[in-house]
C-alpha cells in the first residue's frame, strides 16, 4: 500500500527471515496468505514476487472501480444522516496532518485508505472487502506505471467528495469521484515501467 516495494520484486525467504528476525515457516504463511489475497505470485522452482499488473489488468481494476465506487458514494450521500462518517472525517484529518509534514510515504498509504474507508462507512462487508483488494492493486498498478508525481491521489479531491457525502448531494459525490479515479488513471503511463529493487532489509527495515 505504502508503494515501498515495486511490481515483480524478488522477495527471498531467507531476506525476509533475516529482516524480520523469523523463521521460515511464518514467512511461508505470511506469503501464502498475501498469494491468496492477489498481492505477491507464487512461481514454481522460482520464489515469491511482488504482483506484476500487466496493461490490461490494470484497465479492469479501474473499470471495477467504477462500477461500485461511484454509486457507493451516491448511497452515503443519500444516507448520510443515518450512517456515522466520523471515520472519514477523522482520516480526510490525517491525510492533511500528512501532507503539511510532507511525510510521503504515509501520504500514499492513507490515500490508498480512504476509499476502503468509503466502503466500510456502508457497512457491508463484502464491499469492504472488494474495494481493499481493489485499491491494494491499485497500489501495484500505480507503482509500476505512475512516478513519483502520481503515487498518490491529488490535494483536496478526497475532501471535496467527503464534503459532498455530508452536504446530501449523491449527484455531485458520484461526479466528483469518476472524475478522481479518472484523474488518478490518465496520470499512468502503461508503456513505463519502474524498476523492482533488491534490497528488502533497506526497504522494509527502514521504518
Do not use: W
Not at 42 to 51: C, D, E, K, T
Amino acid at each position: 500500500m505504502e508503494q515501498r516495494l515495486a511490481p515483480n520484486t524478488k522477495l527471498s525467504e531467507a531476506r525476509l527471515c533475516e529482516t524480520f528476525g523469523v523463521g521460515r515457516m511464518r514467512v511461508r504463511r505470511a506469503l501464502l496468505l498475501l498469494s491468496s489475497q492477489g498481492i505477491i505470485e507464487l512461481q514454481s522452482n522460482r520464489g515469491a514476487y511482488v504482483a506484476c499488473p500487466d496493461k490490461s489488468e490494470a484497465h479492469d481494476v479501474f473499470a471495477a472501480r467504477m462500477l461500485i465506487e461511484p454509486p457507493l458514494v451516491r448511497q452515503l450521500a443519500q444516507s448520510s444522516d443515518e450512517i456515522d462518517l466520523t471515520v472519514l472525517i477523522d482520516h480526510i484529518a490525517l491525510e492533511n496532518a500528512a501532507r503539511a509534514q510532507n511525510e510521503r510515504t504515509e501520504i500514499i498509504r492513507l490515500s490508498g485508505e480512504f476509499h476502503t474507508k468509503l466502503a466500510q462507512a456502508t457497512g457491508n462487508k463484502f464491499i469492504f472487502r472488494m474495494m481493499r483488494e481493489l485499491v491494494t492493486r491499485t497500489s501495484l498498478i500505480v507503482g509500476l506505471f505512475g512516478s513519483s508525481e502520481n503515487a498518490s491521489c491529488p490535494d483536496d479531491e478526497h475532501s471535496n467528495i467527503l464534503k459532498a457525502i455530508v452536504s446530501h448531494s449523491p449527484e455531485l459525490a458520484e461526479q466528483l469521484l469518476i472524475s478522481h479515479l479518472n484523474h488518478i488513471q490518465s496520470g499512468l503511463d502503461m508503456e513505463a515501467r519502474q524498476e523492482p529493487q533488491d534490497d528488502l532489509a533497506a526497504i522494509l527495515g527502514s521504518d
